[in-house]
């Protein structure tokens, strides 16, 4: 993420500022009870997984134990508007991703503003999505791919989890910033998706890293671009749409990120302790080799980073969600 990767130049400053900030008496004692992490995604789940990793080791720097507390469902509503309510005491933290910044503008009414009604720690994860398209597709770049859509317009099919999830407002972006008509098939989930693009009953999503990868390697779809701005770490072979020739793409960028935040009016000097120790955390050696195993990279940032960051991934897809006319299912 192009933004991102100019504004964490500063983050090892400002961290140490935070660190003396937090230990300068002001938390004296803080945390001396065990924290509650509230995950609002199933178990199992990307996010589940990735809450646990980082909990883990957070709970090795901070000698306390961490809960975490899985509370799935409405794509993440339920467990954000619970975050939401809760006492700002510094125990409780949230895992919070790119869709709550979608679900703003994506649902007519929300339970919670995540802008209004959390403090952002940091950024934690971020990762591509990959375009992947069929292989008896005439099209090995995006660029071809392009071409081809324009020639045939409402006639090429792509495939989704359903209306609002990542990959249908990224496909929206991409659709947008091409200017193509390609029709949107919206499925039940993800697997159903890639189960039919593999089969041919639809050409092209945007999927995973970790997803895309495996079925890239074995030769059931062709890999054309990657929706960041850099290349992944996990598919360093794989371009990104800046770099296909396409004028109209130069800015494409989109990732699935997941951050950590609190509960609003948590007290600045909790939340730049958590900052320290969670940026500490991401940084360890074991914890970046744990997530670029599920295809992520870490990015620890400053709080105030992570709030502009924040701000600007609500304005982007709400001019998607806007233009493409997607509404919560």
Do not use: C
Request: hydrophobic fraction near 45%.
């Amino acid at each position: 993420m192009k933004y991102l990767h100019v504004a964490l130049v500063a983050v090892n400053a400002a961290v140490t500022s935070a660190g003396a900030l937090a230990q300068s008496g002001k938390d004296a004692g803080y945390p001396n009870r065990p924290l509650r992490f509230i995950v609002p995604y199933a178990a199992g789940g990307n996010g589940d997984i990735v809450s646990r990793i980082i909990a883990q080791k957070l709970i090795a720097q901070i000698g306390q134990q961490i809960v975490i507390d899985n509370r799935g469902g409405a794509g993440g509503n339920i467990g954000a508007e619970l975050a939401a309510r809760t006492a700002p005491d510094g125990y409780t933290i949230m895992l919070g991703t790119n869709t709550h910044a979608i679900n703003m503008s994506l649902f007519a009414k929300l339970g919670y503003d995540i802008q209004r009604d959390f403090a952002p720690i940091t950024l934690a994860t971020s990762a591509p999505m990959v375009l992947i398209v069929h292989p008896s597709l005439p099209a090995k770049t995006v660029k071809e791919f392009i071409a081809l859509a324009k020639m045939h317009p409402n006639k090429l099919n792509y495939g989704t989890g359903g209306s609002g999830s990542s990959a249908h407002v990224i496909t929206e972006l991409f659709k947008s910033m091409a200017g193509l008509q390609i029709v949107h098939v919206a499925y039940k989930g993800v697997a159903q998706s890639t189960t039919d693009l593999i089969a041919g009953q639809i050409q092209m999503t945007f999927s995973s890293t970790s997803s895309a990868l495996a079925h890239m390697q074995a030769g059931r779809v062709r890999g054309l671009a990657v929706s960041t701005a850099q290349r992944s770490a996990a598919a360093p072979g794989v371009p990104t749409m800046a770099e296909s020739g396409v004028v109209s793409l130069a800015g494409f960028d989109a990732s699935i990120w997941q951050g950590v935040l609190a509960p609003a009016r948590t007290p600045s000097e909790m939340i730049a302790r958590l900052n320290r120790e969670l940026v500490n955390v991401l940084g360890a050696n074991d914890v970046k080799e744990q997530l670029r195993a599920q295809g992520l990279d870490t990015l620890p940032s400053t709080p105030e980073q992570f709030a502009a960051f924040i701000k600007v991934e609500i304005t982007k897809w709400a001019k998607v969600i806007q233009v493409s006319g997607a509404k919560a299912e």
